[in-house]
């Protein structure tokens, strides 16, 4: 049985609102990017239906860059997207990565969990402290989205 990691953030716009941030590729590339890294919006493919392939290229501030890929395996607007994840395109399917929006008074709470495989405890610390920095900057794009 596989066993997740979970990042929970309370995010103050409607629940339609941020799965759009999270399924379009205008609004993909700036947070999964975030400030310190560029992802260009002619390296991404996102087919966001059940099968359909992810691809992104982050390129690092070092003048490095990381191939990101994976496949969308459930999508239910604007409640729920399942994908796999993998930084080794061809050597790896990748690891699952859910994302849960529930709706509430004070906005939106999303819920990120990923598949903790093989990560150290290092492993699984810096990839939370990751996913925060993506939803700091989500939140970032639903300000300007609700400006």
């Known amino acids: 049985m596989a066993e997740y990691f979970t990042v929970t953030r309370t995010l103050r ?24 890294v560029e992802v260009p919006q002619d390296t991404l493919t996102m087919d966001v239906r059940p099968g359909g392939q992810f691809r992104a290229v982050m390129h690092l501030p070092d ?3 990381i191939d990101w890929a994976g496949e969308y395996k459930v999508v239910e607007p604007p409640s729920h997207l399942s994908m796999t994840i993998t930084d080794q395109p061809g ?26 495989s093989d990560f150290t405890d290092e492993q699984v610390a ?8 993506f939803i700091d900057d989500i939140e970032r794009v639903l300000e300007r989205l609700q400006a």
């Open 13 to 36: 716009a409607p629940r339609e609102l941020v799965f759009e941030t999270l399924v379009k590729p205008e609004h993909f590339a700036v947070w999964f990017g975030t400030a310190a």
């Open 63 to 65: 003048g490095n860059r």
């Open 91 to 116: 050597d790896d399917v990748g690891l699952p990565v859910l994302f849960d929006l529930e709706e509430t008074a004070e906005g939106t709470v999303l819920t990120i969990r990923q598949d903790r």
């Open 126 to 133: 810096a990839t939370i402290a990751g996913y925060n920095e």
